[in-house]
């Protein structure tokens, strides 16, 4: 390959490993930590941060205004000046030179628009910091902390829906299939090196690490993979929501249920419709009345994937049902055509669609978002749970060992670099250099390669990632082995370069390709925080070979070969 086409190579190769670790350098170096602290918060807590900071700024707003309508915009309020000028523009009204108080509050059509326009503000900040801590390199829960959730195994129900009591050994085996679920709805819900054991006989535990949703981790936890579909009466639909409106202390019980109105027949039941706002929480929009049987399970889903509506570009699940689930759900929709169904999830009705005609094995709902839809995917393709779990406690876990342990980590990792730096320039001259560049860019694609994949950083990786750095330099120390072999045959500087990486390719790829393979080997078959050694050891393997067989050879061509006069320093002593 020309020495051209290989620089083009490094510089994508280093553009790319940019873009991978921006978030991770953003989100660490430049985000305050009250910010990050708000943003790894739920959705719910946003909500409520952002909606009490819009009351207190608007609030601050009109008290600048009683004071002096005619003073300027204060900086910290700037962002209102693009939202007002739209609504200037679409009022046919022109638009202040000079943005004061009273210019900026007549930007506005009223009160409430000012406080949703301050309200998206927060919202829209919190919810992209949300975004990138999710993209930037996640810390272990032995470093950072995370989430601790103990979950209990409701064999009363199991025994229920067996229709007998269950032996210990029924439920031992019910409990250990809930686990093998549960590994693939964390895995396939990208959620790094989890902790799942068994504690105790009917207990697990769960350990996620990182700051990891609440609302989405208990989603996937407790998520039974309950959808059902089922009939609407429209017209007790109607009479239920004029119920509500005349007797609005009708509509809960004291535990915030739904009342039951009384008339409603046998066989129906009051339900709410839920859409998500725009913090992804769920909203109850209205009520419908539904029937209690259910027209088809979710027991009969074969697959089920996520896509987009061709008309209206909403997210959408795609599933398809087994034969008998089709032929349930074919007589269902051709005996009620014209008629409207719902979808229910968790008890919640989320979609309703109107039958046009009679549907078998293909199955597409929408009415959800992009991470409703593809969280409903996984839990449906993951299957129900052999024994329902319950939540018996959940909390926020501190990291064990903290600061003290990252400090030491970044710390022997600094020490190891600035040894391995003295010893190669100490041993090689300015090949030692050479080596040394190319091992710091080795770092650099392996922490950007697992910032871009969310790897989750824990000691074990750390240990990795120190043994590959130590490793990356013996095959620069076979590499300048072969070319001072060589040069004492008496072979010129540039015959020299190209014999010793051509000789040595296959000695480095033989150690290493070995290497690689107890690493895959133990990132498939290894405990969770084996696999976070494996990972990194494996990333580090084949950047290393990378970084010293390509870039420490374009790093030599550039130096020696092709130029003139310029000789090759590979020793202190005089050759």
Same mark, same amino acid.
């Given at each position: 390959?020309?020495?051209?086409?290989?620089?083009?190579?490094? +510089?994508?190769?280093?553009? +790319?490993?940019?873009?991978?670790?921006? #978030?991770?350098?953003?989100?660490?170096?430049?985000?305050?930590? %009250?910010?990050?602290?708000?943003?790894?918060?739920?959705?719910?807590?946003?909500?409520?941060?952002?909606?009490?900071?819009?009351?207190?700024?608007?609030?601050?707003?009109?008290?600048?205004?009683?004071? %002096?309508?005619?003073?300027?915009?204060?900086?910290?309020?700037?962002?209102?000046? %693009?939202?007002?000028?739209?609504?200037?523009?679409?009022?046919?009204? #022109?638009?202040?030179?000079?943005?004061?108080?009273?210019?900026?509050?007549?930007?506005? =059509?009223?009160?409430?628009?000012?406080?949703?326009?301050?309200?998206?503000?927060?919202?829209?900040?919190?919810?992209?910091?949300?975004?990138?801590?999710?993209?930037?390199?996640?810390?272990?829960?032995?470093?950072?902390?995370?989430?601790?959730?103990?979950?209990?195994?409701?064999?009363?129900? =199991?025994?229920?829906?067996?229709?007998?009591?269950?032996?210990?050994?029924?439920?031992?085996?019910?409990?250990?299939?809930?686990?093998?679920?549960?590994?693939?709805?964390?895995? /396939?819900?990208?959620?790094?090196?989890?902790?799942?054991?068994?504690?105790?006989?009917?207990?697990?535990?769960?350990?996620?690490?990182?700051?990891?949703?609440?609302?989405?981790?208990?989603?996937?936890?407790?998520?039974?993979?309950?959808?059902?579909?089922?009939?609407?009466?429209?017209?007790?639909?109607?009479?239920? %929501?004029?119920?509500?409106?005349?007797?609005?202390?009708?509509? =809960?019980?004291?535990?915030?249920?739904?009342?039951?109105?009384?008339?409603?027949?046998?066989?129906?039941?009051?339900?709410?419709? =839920?859409?998500?706002?725009?913090?992804?929480?769920?909203? +109850?929009?209205?009520?419908?009345?539904?029937?209690?049987?259910?027209?088809?399970?979710?027991?009969?889903?074969?697959?089920?994937?996520?896509?987009?509506?061709?008309?209206?570009?909403?997210?959408?699940?795609?599933?398809?049902?087994?034969?008998?689930?089709?032929?349930?759900?074919?007589?269902?929709?051709?005996?009620?055509?014209?008629?409207?169904?719902?979808?229910?999830?968790?008890?919640?009705?989320?979609?309703?669609?109107?039958?046009?005609?009679?549907?078998?094995?293909?199955?597409?709902?929408?009415?959800?978002?992009?991470?409703?839809?593809?969280?409903?995917?996984?839990?449906?393709?993951?299957?129900?749970?052999?024994?329902?779990?319950?939540?018996?406690? /959940?909390?926020?876990?501190?990291?064990?060992?903290?600061?003290?342990?990252?400090?030491?980590?970044?710390?022997?990792?600094?020490?190891?670099?600035?040894?391995?730096?003295?010893?190669?320039?100490?041993?090689?001259?300015?090949?030692?250099?050479?080596?040394?560049?190319?091992?710091?860019?080795?770092?650099?694609?392996?922490?950007?390669?697992?910032?871009?994949?969310?790897?989750?950083?824990?000691?074990?990786?750390?240990?990795?990632?120190?043994?590959?750095?130590?490793?990356?330099?013996?095959?620069?120390?076979?590499?300048?082995?072969?070319?001072?072999?060589?040069?004492? +045959?008496?072979?010129?500087?540039?015959?020299?370069?190209?014999?010793?990486?051509?000789?040595?390719?296959?000695?480095?790829?033989?150690?290493?390709?070995?290497?690689?393979?107890?690493?895959?080997?133990?990132?498939?078959?290894?405990?969770?925080?084996?696999?976070?050694?494996?990972?990194?050891?494996?990333?580090?393997?084949?950047?290393?070979?990378?970084?010293?067989?390509?870039?420490?050879?374009?790093?030599?061509?550039?130096?020696?070969?092709?130029?003139?006069?310029?000789?090759?320093?590979?020793?202190?002593?005089?050759?």
């Amino acid at each position: 390959m020309k020495k051209r086409s290989r620089l083009v190579i490094v +510089l994508a190769v280093i553009l +790319l490993c940019g873009y991978f670790l921006y #978030p991770t350098i953003k989100w660490y170096g430049f985000v305050p930590q %009250d910010a990050k602290e708000l943003a790894t918060g739920s959705n719910v807590q946003i909500k409520e941060y952002a909606r009490g900071q819009a009351s207190r700024d608007l609030r601050s707003l009109k008290d600048l205004v009683a004071q %002096d309508s005619k003073a300027a915009l204060p900086a910290q309020y700037s962002y209102l000046k %693009d939202s007002a000028k739209e609504n200037y523009k679409a009022m046919k009204r #022109p638009v202040p030179k000079t943005w004061t108080l009273e210019a900026v509050f007549g930007g506005f =059509y009223n009160e409430q628009n000012l406080f949703d326009t301050i309200e998206s503000y927060y919202r829209t900040s919190l919810l992209e910091l949300k975004t990138l801590g999710n993209k930037a390199l996640q810390l272990g829960l032995d470093l950072r902390g995370g989430m601790s959730i103990l979950l209990e195994a409701d064999t009363a129900s =199991y025994e229920a829906k067996k229709g007998g009591s269950a032996s210990s050994t029924e439920i031992a085996e019910a409990i250990r299939q809930d686990i093998e679920i549960l590994e693939k709805r964390i895995d /396939q819900f990208g959620v790094s090196e989890p902790v799942i054991r068994l504690q105790g006989s009917d207990q697990i535990l769960i350990e996620v690490p990182g700051a990891a949703d609440p609302e989405r981790v208990n989603s996937f936890l407790r998520g039974k993979g309950s959808l059902v579909f089922k009939m609407v009466d429209t017209a007790l639909t109607a009479e239920l %929501d004029a119920y509500y409106k005349a007797n609005p202390s009708e509509v =809960y019980t004291d535990t915030g249920a739904l009342k039951q109105p009384s008339f409603l027949p046998a066989g129906k039941i009051a339900a709410g419709y =839920y859409v998500s706002d725009a913090y992804g929480i769920d909203e +109850l929009e209205s009520y419908v009345v539904i029937e209690e049987e259910v027209g088809l399970d979710g027991i009969h889903l074969e697959s089920a994937t996520t896509g987009t509506d061709g008309i209206t570009g909403r997210p959408v699940v795609n599933f398809q049902l087994d034969s008998l689930g089709g032929d349930i759900f074919y007589k269902l929709t051709s005996t009620h055509v014209g008629d409207t169904m719902a979808v229910v999830m968790d008890g919640k009705v989320k979609a309703m669609a109107t039958i046009n005609e009679g549907i078998r094995n293909s199955v597409q709902i929408s009415g959800f978002n992009a991470e409703e839809a593809s969280d409903l995917a996984i839990v449906l393709r993951t299957a129900a749970l052999p024994i329902e779990l319950i939540v018996s406690s /959940q909390q926020a876990v501190g990291a064990t060992l903290g600061e003290d342990a990252v400090s030491a980590g970044v710390k022997a990792i600094a020490i190891g670099l600035a040894l391995v730096v003295i010893l190669m320039f100490a041993y090689y001259h300015v090949s030692g250099l050479v080596a040394d560049l190319a091992l710091l860019f080795n770092l650099f694609i392996m922490i950007s390669v697992l910032s871009a994949f969310n790897f989750t950083l824990t000691l074990t990786s750390v240990a990795g990632l120190i043994l590959t750095l130590g490793m990356a330099v013996d095959t620069n120390v076979i590499i300048f082995e072969r070319i001072k072999e060589e040069r004492r +045959l008496g072979k010129s500087d540039i015959a020299s370069i190209k014999a010793g990486f051509d000789k040595a390719f296959w000695t480095v790829m033989d150690a290493n390709i070995t290497t690689i393979i107890a690493a895959l080997v133990l990132s498939q078959l290894g405990s969770s925080s084996v696999k976070g050694f494996a990972n990194t050891l494996a990333i580090g393997i084949v950047s290393s070979v990378f970084t010293a067989l390509f870039v420490s050879h374009l790093i030599f061509d550039a130096t020696v070969a092709h130029r003139e006069g310029k000789k090759l320093h590979i020793s202190w002593r005089k050759n």
